[in-house]
């Protein structure tokens, strides 16, 4: 069965995903952000998996400490904003790199929550962002660097705008008590402080909290 649209268009019904020009129904699964499937594969065996969540841990990170590290890395530079931002669940917008992704979340328990990915069209989320989203929109680069243990990665968030010149760390985990090792320029860990929270940083920018502006 073929699709005919004379735009890019995209649809979830059952457990297939249809998009693009003239494209066949293919399986849902395959239509996933490569970073949502890489973190459900490392499952280990033996634990039963638990799909559309995401397990993640969240840290300041020594600026002076990493900077070499990351000047020989290469960023993928994102923008980002919110059609919802509530304490139970967010919809975000994310431009990365040349991709576009549409992400619900609920609320974080413990260090879980729950996740839905889809690649979206990249004008689509351009218009999005433009016209629908709440500015400021959100914008850093993020470096991918491996962890010490095989399948994890650190991924360090380097804000730009009214968020620099703050630098977080997460990491993904396939369950809440996966044990990793801490890099020297590792800070404090925040993953219960919404403060940091990306949805939080729109609406109270990391700059302003020193002026008494911005921190919740």
Not at 33 to 43: E, F, G, N, V, W
């Amino acid at each position: 069965m073929f699709v005919k649209a004379t735009r890019v268009v995209w649809s979830v019904t059952g457990s297939y995903f249809r998009s693009g020009r003239r494209q066949r129904w293919r399986p849902y699964r395959q239509q996933l952000s490569p970073r949502l499937c890489k973190a459900r594969s490392m499952q280990p065996e033996g634990v039963p998996r638990v799909t559309n969540q995401e397990i993640e841990r969240k840290f300041l990170v020594e600026a002076d400490a990493i900077r070499c590290l990351l000047q020989q890395s290469q960023g993928t530079h994102y923008a980002q904003g919110y059609l919802c931002a509530e304490p139970d669940r967010t919809v975000r917008v994310r431009i990365a790199g040349h991709e576009a992704f549409l992400t619900v979340k609920g609320r974080t328990r413990g260090y879980t929550r729950a996740e839905y990915e889809y690649p979206i069209p990249l004008r689509d989320a351009e218009e999005l962002l433009e016209t629908l989203c709440p500015p400021p929109l959100v914008e850093k680069v993020r470096y991918r660097i491996p962890a010490s243990e095989p399948g994890l990665v650190w991924e360090i968030d380097e804000f730009l705008g009214d968020n620099a010149p703050l630098i977080l760390a997460e990491i993904e985990l396939p369950t809440e008590d996966t044990s990793f090792e801490r890099p020297g320029w590792l800070g404090q860990e925040v993953t219960d402080d919404e403060r940091y929270y990306n949805a939080s940083l729109q609406r109270h920018p990391y700059r302003l909290w020193g002026l008494g502006q911005g921190a919740p």
